[in-house]
């Protein structure tokens, strides 16, 4: 998206030209994602936050391949039972990973914290079912 420069110009005013502009199709689904920008910032501006459920994995710096150990899942889950699941944002890695930590596709021994979280649908409809469910899970 272009920067207009323009004070009277929003987010949602230069989101909607873009739409116009960007040949989304069909017509249908162009009028429905612009109605929804337009009448409804809530919706749009909810979907930018990082807020939710993380999707807790560390990822190798150099080959982006995450680490698999069940005793760093383990560590991670005694942290969001004690802490909540906000713990991920506000953890340093280095509190998390354990001493010597190396990747075991490439070596490498830098790490970041996956920023994705669970899909909204995903998160609230498993979470239902484990509720409704728990003998089943």
Do not use: Y
């Not at 150990?69 to 560590?75: F, G, I, Q």
């Not at 354990?98 to 998160?123: N, S, Y």
């Amino acid at each position: 998206m272009k920067a207009r420069g323009r004070l009277r110009d929003t987010f949602r005013q230069l989101t909607i030209e873009e739409i116009e502009q960007g040949g989304l199709g069909p017509g249908l689904g162009k009028e429905r994602i612009t109605n929804m920008i337009a009448t409804r910032p809530d919706w749009c501006i909810s979907r930018q936050r990082i807020w939710g459920v993380p999707i807790a994995v560390f990822l190798c710096e150099l080959c982006q391949q995450p680490i698999l150990d069940p005793a760093l899942n383990k560590k991670i889950v005694t942290l969001f039972e004690s802490q909540g699941a906000e713990a991920w944002h506000t953890t340093e890695v280095a509190d998390l990973l354990p001493a010597g930590a190396a990747c075991a596709h490439c070596g490498g021994t830098a790490f970041r914290k996956e920023t994705d979280i669970l899909d909204v649908w995903f998160d609230s409809g498993t979470s239902w079912f484990a509720v409704a469910n728990p003998t089943r899970i």
